[in-house]
């Protein structure tokens, strides 16, 4: 009987309580064998395959669980690895595969990037045009029979899909893109082939990068690509999976020669179920409707979605045309709500993670097959559930509100203009001609993070700890001002995570205890919940900042994190739009910053270093974002008075598309990554002429190496190319937290000695 679907695209990796980056981690530290890695990690993937079955998921991918990263994975199934790592294996070692992402001792690792609009990185596939793309081993097929033979489970593999594969690899012209193509389609057909005989009836083919604006020639690409699998694997199901946003040509995509489409009803909803209102959806394929959110955690609406889905089964014609989805891999959320036994119930019970989406999918395909009445019990529950928190005072804070409905349209304002806040700058502050500064935070010793578990377990009392903090502040002034920094920091010691530390202080924030997700390799991010209204409730950081500067003559800067880069760095409520969020985080900082002011901090930082991350995929929903991002910084930062010096810290250096954005958020100094980059950034400044306080970093602080005063100097003097000198500043590229004082004290010293030397060069001509 023909039967509405439930279907996973992706499963999280890392496990209940991260038990993956543990054994990875073990394993990289040679603490246990590979073959105690490979046990472990076989049993954990067998486990996620047994969940999801538990749950009721009828299509379980497997070839989504990965040792490393999903895209390193086909790219090493392909063949496609960097040169300085062919060792001519035939089938690519576990050390290769780890040295790769990872580098070693020798070799440098592969570049990580960004996965589309997520938090999470993939290696960057390098291929050169001599690269010869061939099998290693067909992992999918391995994967397929495990899933089979060891649970009986016919799963569904999952794989990159050759066009998204060469597009987000880098190393090759773009004349030979098709050449490249052309000898990966034989080779997917072989290993489709080959899971076709082994038994598999569907493949999901993942092109996240139709999503992003495509060319006929794309189109031409695509139409290229699926005729010749459909011709060279006749019988097995093609399922084409996009994700993220709406993909760009619906029309002519939906006509591609393949059995199924999967389709983001959550971030691409409007804009999909428009156009399959326009165009009809083909009835001789299968639609994955990927209506439970894959990002983000809070439970589904489900009596709305399956009105959606009911009109959507409508469409399709037919009940075997229809699959219920999440709408990206479920990889970008944690895994279960089950562990956590401190949140605030009201909250707990309207949050959904990997677990809970599937099993409100596996729910909503049952309501089709068998009747809504069959799951009335779970609509009502969810429908509840997400009603108590919508009533709660946590959302329902009359002060916020009323603050937020106040709010102008125009962009709030400093009172003077840059011209006139640099003049009064100048003559408070006196300072020399390009002034030094860090970023903001010092070395996290071992010390630091152990007077932080003392204070956790009880081992030190708040006072024990807090003069902890306070000597270690003391003595990081001290060290400054003997290097003869011009503005000082007070050394962020306090603090773990520079978006927890506020969270923690702020209404309307809560955490998880297990509720972590995957960055990159074994690298996991517990992500703050924005669930309520943000509010103010007292200083947060005046404490800290007034004692430094009580140190010290020198200016210390105060240190707060940015409205863009906390609501980056955060699974947010879905219940308000994003710019009413970035303004409440923006009017509870305003406040801190008036408390700063009023205690006599005359510099202060708002670091965004999220804002760039943040920009929407579409083309047309960029200006939206970057003008929603500047009003809440300007709020933030602009009811100063003009002697206060506002900052900000980026730490990257791609600001080719953004540096409007960045001028007219108005700040008085913004530091930027300089040094890492090799001056890439240089020729954005040619072409932009940016006139507000500027620094470019001189110092690339990922790395141990202590950079020469030469090496420095040759920074700030490229810089000063096209940086007029009184505006430039001298600084690293980020914060110090993770190098040892070994390591960073010498460099800011000869940081120092750069800048004066630069200083006396420039004399003669800054004096005229
Ligand atoms: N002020 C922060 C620090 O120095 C900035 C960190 C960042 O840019 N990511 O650590
Ligand atoms: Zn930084």
Not at 101 to 130: C, L, Q
Not at 423 to 445: K, Y
């Given at each position: 009987?023909?039967?509405?679907?439930?279907?996973?695209?992706?499963?999280?990796?890392?496990?209940?309580?991260?038990?993956?980056?543990?054994?990875?981690?073990?394993?990289?530290?040679?603490?246990?064998?590979?073959?105690?890695?490979?046990?472990?990690?076989?049993?954990l993937?067998?486990n996620?395959?047994?969940?999801?079955?538990?749950?009721?998921?009828?299509l379980?991918?497997?070839?989504?669980?990965?040792?490393?990263?999903?895209?390193l994975?086909?790219?090493?199934?392909?063949?496609?690895?960097?040169?300085?790592?062919?060792?001519?294996?035939?089938?690519?070692?576990?050390?290769?595969?780890?040295?790769?992402?990872?580098?070693?001792?020798?070799?440098?690792a592969?570049?990580?990037?960004?996965?589309?609009d997520?938090?999470?990185?993939?290696?960057?596939p390098?291929?050169s045009?001599?690269?010869?793309?061939?099998?290693?081993?067909?992992?999918l097929?391995?994967?397929?029979n495990?899933?089979?033979?060891?649970?009986?489970?016919?799963?569904?593999?999952?794989?990159v899909?050759p066009v998204?594969?060469?597009?987000?690899?880098?190393g090759?012209?773009?004349?030979?893109f098709?050449?490249?193509?052309?000898?990966l389609?034989?080779?997917?057909i072989?290993?489709?082939s080959?899971?076709?005989?082994?038994?598999?009836?569907?493949?999901?083919?993942?092109?996240p990068?139709l999503?992003?604006?495509?060319t006929?020639?794309?189109?031409?690409?695509f139409?290229?690509?699926?005729?010749?699998?459909?011709?060279?694997?006749?019988?097995?199901?093609?399922?084409?999976?996009?994700y993220f946003?709406?993909?760009?040509?619906?029309?002519?995509?939906v006509?591609?020669?393949?059995?199924?489409?999967?389709l983001?009803?959550?971030?691409?909803?409007?804009?999909?179920?428009?156009?399959?209102?326009?165009?009809?959806?083909?009835?001789?394929?299968?639609?994955?409707?990927?209506?439970?959110?894959?990002?983000?955690?809070w439970?589904?609406?489900?009596?709305?979605?399956?009105?959606?889905?009911?009109?959507?089964?409508?469409?399709?014609?037919?009940?075997d045309?229809?699959?219920?989805?999440?709408?990206?891999?479920?990889?970008?959320?944690p895994?279960?709500?089950?562990?956590?036994?401190?949140?605030?119930?009201?909250?707990?019970?309207?949050?959904?993670?990997?677990?809970?989406?599937?099993?409100?999918?596996?729910?909503?395909?049952?309501?089709?097959?068998?009747?809504?009445?069959?799951?009335?019990?779970?609509?009502?529950?969810?429908?509840?559930?997400?009603?108590?928190?919508?009533?709660?005072?946590?959302r329902?804070?009359?002060?916020?509100?009323?603050?937020?409905?106040?709010l102008?349209?125009?962009?709030?304002?400093?009172?003077?203009?840059?011209?006139?806040r640099?003049?009064?700058?100048?003559?408070?502050?006196?300072?020399?001609?390009?002034?030094?500064?860090t970023?903001?935070?010092f070395?996290?010793?071992k010390?630091?993070?152990?007077a932080?578990?003392?204070?956790?377990?009880?081992?030190?009392?708040?006072?024990?700890?807090?003069?902890?903090?306070?000597?270690?502040t003391?003595?990081?002034i001290?060290?400054?001002?003997?290097?003869g920094?011009?503005?000082?920091?007070?050394?962020?010691?306090?603090?773990?995570?520079?978006?927890?530390?506020?969270?923690?202080?702020?209404?309307?924030f809560?955490?998880?205890?297990?509720?972590?997700?995957?960055?990159?390799?074994?690298?996991?991010?517990?992500?703050?919940?924005?669930?309520?209204?943000?509010a103010?409730?007292?200083?947060?950081?005046?404490?800290?900042?007034?004692?430094?500067?009580s140190?010290?003559?020198k200016?210390?800067?105060?240190?707060?994190t940015?409205?863009?880069?906390?609501?980056?760095?955060?699974?947010?409520?879905?219940?308000?739009?994003?710019?009413?969020?970035?303004n409440?985080?923006?009017?509870?900082l305003?406040?801190?910053i008036?408390?700063?002011?009023?205690?006599?901090?005359?510099?202060?930082?708002?670091?965004?270093?999220?804002?760039?991350?943040?920009?929407p995929?579409?083309?047309?929903?960029?200006a939206?974002?970057?003008?929603?991002?500047?009003?809440?910084?300007?709020?933030?930062?602009?009811?100063?008075?003009?002697?206060?010096?506002?900052?900000?810290?980026?730490?990257?250096?791609e600001?080719?598309?953004?540096?409007?954005?960045?001028?007219a958020?108005?700040?008085?100094?913004?530091?930027?990554?300089?040094?890492?980059?090799?001056?890439?950034?240089?020729?954005t400044?040619?072409a932009?002429?940016?006139?507000?306080?500027?620094?470019?970093?001189?110092y690339d602080?990922?790395?141990?190496?202590?950079?020469?005063?030469?090496?420095m100097?040759?920074?700030?003097?490229?810089?000063?190319?096209?940086?007029?000198?009184?505006i430039f500043?001298?600084?690293?590229?980020?914060?110090?937290?993770?190098?040892?004082?070994?390591?960073?004290?010498?460099?800011?010293?000869?940081?120092?000695?750069?800048?004066?030397?630069?200083?006396?060069?420039?004399?003669?001509?800054?004096?005229?």
């Amino acid at each position: 009987m023909a039967k509405v679907l439930s279907s996973n695209l992706g499963y999280p990796r890392i496990g209940e309580k991260r038990e993956w980056k543990k054994a990875l981690e073990q394993f990289w530290a040679a603490k246990i064998s590979k073959d105690k890695f490979l046990k472990t990690v076989k049993n954990l993937r067998l486990n996620y395959l047994k969940k999801q079955r538990e749950v009721g998921v009828d299509l379980i991918p497997v070839g989504d669980f990965s040792l490393y990263d999903h895209v390193l994975d086909t790219a090493v199934l392909f063949g496609l690895i960097p040169e300085r790592f062919n060792k001519d294996e035939k089938e690519i070692s576990l050390e290769t595969y780890f040295s790769i992402a990872r580098g070693n001792k020798e070799t440098e690792a592969s570049e990580m990037t960004k996965w589309f609009d997520t938090n999470y990185h993939y290696i960057v596939p390098e291929i050169s045009n001599e690269t010869q793309p061939h099998i290693t081993s067909n992992r999918l097929l391995a994967l397929f029979n495990e899933a089979k033979e060891e649970l009986g489970i016919t799963s569904k593999p999952v794989i990159v899909g050759p066009v998204t594969l060469l597009k987000l690899s880098k190393g090759y012209d773009q004349e030979h893109f098709q050449t490249l193509l052309d000898s990966l389609i034989p080779l997917y057909i072989q290993i489709f082939s080959e899971l076709k005989n082994a038994g598999a009836e569907w493949v999901q083919i993942d092109e996240p990068i139709l999503v992003k604006t495509l060319t006929p020639d794309d189109l031409a690409v695509f139409q290229k690509v699926y005729q010749a699998f459909k011709e060279g694997v006749p019988g097995l199901k093609l399922l084409l999976q996009t994700y993220f946003e709406a993909v760009d040509d619906y029309k002519e995509v939906v006509k591609l020669p393949i059995d199924g489409i999967g389709l983001d009803f959550v971030y691409g909803k409007k804009a999909n179920l428009e156009a399959i209102k326009a165009y009809g959806f083909p009835q001789d394929k299968v639609l994955a409707a990927g209506v439970i959110d894959g990002r983000n955690i809070w439970k589904t609406d489900l009596a709305a979605t399956f009105d959606e889905l009911e009109s959507l089964l409508a469409t399709v014609g037919g009940k075997d045309k229809l699959w219920i989805t999440p709408s990206s891999s479920l990889l970008h959320v944690p895994v279960t709500i089950e562990n956590e036994k401190e949140l605030d119930p009201v909250l707990k019970n309207a949050l959904s993670f990997a677990d809970q989406k599937l099993a409100e999918a596996v729910a909503l395909a049952k309501g089709l097959n068998e009747g809504k009445e069959n799951i009335t019990t779970i609509i009502e529950k969810s429908g509840r559930d997400l009603d108590a928190l919508q009533q709660s005072a946590h959302r329902n804070n009359k002060d916020v509100r009323k603050e937020l409905d106040q709010l102008d349209s125009d962009l709030p304002s400093r009172p003077g203009s840059y011209k006139l806040r640099q003049q009064i700058q100048q003559d408070a502050f006196q300072l020399p001609l390009l002034p030094t500064t860090t970023i903001g935070s010092f070395p996290q010793t071992k010390e630091v993070r152990q007077a932080r578990r003392n204070l956790r377990t009880g081992e030190w009392t708040k006072k024990q700890y807090d003069q902890f903090i306070k000597d270690e502040t003391a003595k990081w002034i001290s060290i400054q001002e003997d290097i003869g920094i011009d503005v000082l920091v007070h050394g962020e010691f306090e603090r773990n995570d520079m978006v927890e530390y506020f969270g923690e202080k702020l209404a309307g924030f809560a955490f998880t205890r297990f509720g972590w997700v995957q960055s990159y390799g074994s690298r996991c991010v517990k992500p703050p919940l924005i669930f309520g209204d943000v509010a103010w409730n007292s200083p947060i950081t005046v404490g800290e900042s007034a004692y430094a500067q009580s140190l010290t003559k020198k200016p210390v800067k105060g240190m707060l994190t940015g409205p863009v880069t906390i609501y980056n760095w955060s699974f947010v409520r879905n219940d308000i739009n994003q710019a009413d969020v970035f303004n409440q985080i923006a009017l509870a900082l305003k406040k801190e910053i008036h408390s700063l002011e009023e205690a006599d901090i005359r510099m202060i930082q708002v670091d965004e270093p999220a804002l760039r991350e943040g920009l929407p995929l579409k083309e047309e929903k960029k200006a939206d974002y970057l003008h929603s991002a500047i009003y809440a910084f300007r709020l933030t930062t602009s009811s100063v008075n003009n002697d206060t010096q506002i900052h900000t810290h980026m730490c990257y250096s791609e600001f080719d598309e953004i540096i409007e954005a960045i001028d007219a958020l108005d700040t008085d100094v913004i530091s930027i990554e300089g040094a890492r980059s090799h001056g890439e950034m240089i020729s954005t400044f040619e072409a932009f002429k940016y006139k507000k306080g500027i620094g470019l970093g001189v110092y690339d602080i990922h790395s141990p190496r202590i950079p020469s005063v030469d090496e420095m100097k040759s920074y700030a003097e490229r810089a000063l190319k096209v940086l007029d000198p009184k505006i430039f500043w001298i600084n690293p590229d980020c914060g110090l937290k993770t190098r040892r004082p070994e390591e960073a004290i010498p460099a800011l010293k000869n940081m120092v000695e750069a800048a004066q030397e630069v200083r006396a060069e420039l004399g003669d001509i800054v004096e005229k």
